[in-house]
T-cell receptor, first 115, second 114 residues
Framework: AQSVTQLGSHVSVSEGALVLLRCNYS??????LFWYVQYPNQGLQLLLK??????LVKGINGFEAEFKKSETSFHLTKPSAHMRDAAEYFC?????????????FGKGTLLTVNP | GAVVSQHPSRVICKSGTSVKIECRSL??????MFWYRQFPKQSLMLMATSNEGSKATYEQGVEKDKFLINHASLTLSTLTVTSAHPEDSSFYIC??????????FGQGTRLTVV
């Protein structure tokens, strides 16, 4: 079975500070991993995805994530937080190969950015 | 872009009644849509795969008679929670598959059964 665990249901940072959202996975096969963001009253938006091409994945809005097999991790980072980054973030693993058709998500991490 | 609209965004219903949630792909056709739910403080989990013109495929542990899925057109899938109970209170979200582009999510529906 494949699953992801997001450490920390709520992360609070100051504007301009580093953002680090943690995600660990469990998978019996090489995983395909995703990060999604959900702004209030909007749908889940794909930030980035890991499909084994490169371990450091760059996404939209300045976010990136690094796949570390030895640590079974796929943490999301951004060097400098903006107020507009405040949202809920979900890590997910694919149940259908490299596509995002069937996913198992983590519980989500709410990011707040303080001025 | 690929827009998926889910309606309603919030609904409160009385125990024993049924509630219908709609998932529409606004600018593309989707032969396949997916329904997820998230209980409080739990992960977002896949419930079922909705296939246009055929029966939905349910994940293990999901009651198909309680969660009725209809995908009658290429742009609309509906999830009906029948005889709702307070334990059905959850966040339900759909995604629609756009061939060659992946799946796109709606904004979700917060269901509260009182």
């Amino acid at each position: 079975a494949q699953s992801v665990t997001q450490l920390g249901s709520h992360v609070s940072v100051s504007e301009g500070a580093l953002v680090l959202l943690r995600c660990n996975y469990s998978s019996s096969v090489p995983p395909y991993l995703f990060w999604y963001v959900q702004y209030p009253n909007q749908g889940l938006q794909l930030l980035l995805k890991y499909t084994s091409a490169a371990t450091l994945v760059k996404g939209i809005n300045g976010f990136e994530a690094e796949f570390k097999k030895s640590e079974t991790s796929f943490h999301l980072t951004k060097p400098s937080a903006h107020m507009r980054d405040a949202a809920e973030y979900f890590c997910a693993v694919s149940l259908s190969g490299g596509s995002n058709y069937k996913l198992t998500f983590g519980k989500g991490t709410l990011l707040t950015v303080n001025p | 872009g690929a827009v998926v609209s889910q309606h309603p965004s919030r609904v409160i219903c009385k125990s024993g009644t049924s509630v219908k949630i709609e998932c529409r792909s606004l600018d593309f056709q989707a032969t396949t849509m997916f329904w997820y739910r998230q209980f409080p403080k739990q992960s977002l989990m896949l419930m079922a795969t909705s296939n246009e013109g055929s029966k939905a495929t349910y994940e293990q542990g999901v009651e198909k008679d309680k969660f009725l899925i209809n995908h009658a057109s290429l742009t609309l899938s509906t999830l009906t929670v029948t005889s709702a109970h307070p334990e059905d209170s959850s966040f339900y979200i759909c995604s629609a598959r756009r061939t060659g582009h992946g799946a796109f999510f709606g904004q979700g529906t917060r269901l509260t059964v009182v």
